[in-house]
């Protein structure tokens, strides 16, 4: 069983707003939510990320991949702690 983690975007009027999800991989362009750990809100002043860590940590010891997307983006903002 594969899982994988993306960014999934959501309608905002105003601003960007992706939802961090991890989804089951059954077949080739074919994917099932499982769960939601977090968004990320990209406004023209600041960004902002919301994310449950303990679940982020859950899914990758069961073996979750990160989209590259996701990989760059924690990257940048653990950089920042």
């Known amino acids: ?24 991989v059954l077949h080739k362009g ?5 769960d939601k750990i977090g968004y990320y809100i990209m406004d023209n002043s600041n960004k902002i990320i919301s994310l449950n860590l ?11 991949f990160l989209n590259l997307s996701i990989f760059r983006l924690l990257k940048k903002f653990i950089a920042k702690i």
């Open 30 to 34: 074919n994917s099932a939510l499982v």
């Open 54 to 64: 303990q679940k982020l940590g859950f899914w990758l010891n069961k073996g979750a």
């Open 1 to 24: 069983m594969r899982f994988l983690i993306k960014l999934v975007a959501t309608k905002s009027c105003k601003f960007l707003v992706y939802r961090l999800e991890v989804f089951k």
